[in-house]
């Protein structure tokens, strides 16, 4: 398609050359700005043929795929900030630099955030889609916070799990690369209100690479929408990946520090109409708590897990309906391909599935997120 389109614009511009040849001696101001004319088209054209080879890589075999175009626009039309807490940026903290940002901002707005620790209540509303958060690979930055669901918040009522997040992002096409988020609040067992977020996703279309997700209870609130994880950390001890996003987890490294047995995700799919499902793939779930692969939040919970080392943390029954047996025949929990002791599929409960390659297929590609339309190189 690329080179097709290509051999289109050197016919057009043959075609224009020869026709200003014939025409260049009657105003040579009208070539110059001809010259420029051409130069730009041709630079276009080779940052979209640049930008549709980049997408293509990263999406082995997405041939001719077509970027939204809100994207698009926003991606064409970039900005830089950077954030630093030595004031040698161009702010000090990550709110200031939110805030600067006008609402409904139609352009990619990337935060450069230096290193350090920022003790922040981040809140992206849904006006502010495009934003990206960038840290250093060498040293990322923290993102901290230590608020629980029990927390009374400033209209004095409990914050509630929702409100508890260090960051909470409503906004579309978030995209965060080497990012620390934490949630420093200590889990003690059995105590009501613990849950302790670290990273709260509402918006749709948000990506995360390089990041890593520290908590206890109830760390990274899945809440909705498409997302991508890669190669990222994600630490905690309860339900600590949850809700009902449908979301792909690649190279992820998923770390369960229970005390007690536990569940390391709880995913609410709450119909069967609902398009919404955790699938891991290339992945290891290791730590040093006895954890349930799934447990089901909604009747029609749905997590897969492919190609995943698992070390023996992971409890033989796999699954958990939390207690209701009509979610037993409900819930879609597959397996596909797992290696590890803790994927020894003696003492499996009977309704875990083994998929087929057949069944396996819709999880395991970048595809099972629409990534073709909206993922972009970080
Ligand atoms: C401020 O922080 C930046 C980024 O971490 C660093 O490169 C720079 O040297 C610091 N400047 C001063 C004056 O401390
Ligand atoms: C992410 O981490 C990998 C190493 O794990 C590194 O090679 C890559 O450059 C990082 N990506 C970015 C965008 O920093
Ligand atoms: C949360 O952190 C703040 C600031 O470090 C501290 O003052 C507060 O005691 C902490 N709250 C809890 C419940 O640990
Ligand atoms: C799986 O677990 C069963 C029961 O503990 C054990 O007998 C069997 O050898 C294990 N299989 C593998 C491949 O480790």
Redesign the pocket.
């Known amino acids: 398609m690329a080179s097709k389109s290509s051999l289109q614009l050197i016919i057009f511009l043959l075609s224009l050359s020869s026709f200003t040849l014939k025409s260049s001696p009657l105003n040579l101001d009208r070539e110059t700005d001809f010259d420029k004319w051409i130069s730009w088209n041709v630079r276009d054209h080779q940052k979209k043929a640049l930008l549709q080879a980049e997408s293509a890589g990263q999406v082995p075999g997405a041939g001719g795929r077509v970027l939204d175009e809100k994207l698009w626009k926003a991606e064409m039309n970039k900005v830089r900030i950077s954030v630093c807490q030595n004031g040698t940026g161009d702010f000090k903290t990550i709110t200031e630099a939110l805030n600067s940002i006008p609402p409904y901002n139609s352009r990619r707005v990337i935060l450069e955030i230096k290193p350090g620790v920022y003790r922040e209540k981040i809140s992206i509303p849904r006006t502010l889609p495009f934003i990206t958060f960038l840290g250093k690979f060498s040293d990322p930055p923290t993102l901290t916070g230590n608020d629980t669901a029990s927390v009374t918040g400033a209209d004095g009522k409990p914050l509630k799990t929702f409100q508890s997040a260090t960051a909470a992002v409503d906004a579309n096409y978030f995209v965060a690369i080497n990012i620390k988020f934490e949630n420093t609040a200590p889990h003690e067992i059995g105590s009501v209100g613990g849950q302790a977020v670290a990273l709260r996703i509402s918006g749709t279309k948000a990506a995360f690479y390089n990041c890593s997700f520290y908590g206890a209870q109830d760390t990274l609130y899945d809440h909705k929408g498409l997302h991508y994880f890669n190669n990222c950390f994600i630490q905690g001890s309860v339900d600590f990946i949850f809700g009902y996003g449908r979301s792909l987890y690649e190279n992820c490294y998923l770390n369960s520090v229970a005390k007690k047995k536990a569940s390391l995700t709880a995913q609410k799919r709450s119909n069967p109409s609902q398009e919404s499902g955790f699938s891991f793939k290339n992945s290891v779930v290791t730590g040093s708590g006895l954890v349930y692969l799934g447990r089901a939040w909604g009747d029609y919970s749905r997590v897969v897990f492919s190609f995943t080392f698992m070390d023996k943390i992971v409890l033989?029954q796999g699954w958990s309906d939390w207690g209701d047996q009509k979610r037993d025949t409900r819930v879609f929990y597959g397996e596909y391909k797992c290696t590890g002791?803790g994927a020894?599929?003696?003492?499996r409960v009977p309704w875990a599935r083994i998929l087929t390659d057949e069944e396996a297929k819709p999880f395991i590609g970048t595809y099972y997120i629409d990534g073709d339309t909206w993922l972009i190189s970080p």
């Open positions: 033989p002791p020894n599929l003696t003492g």
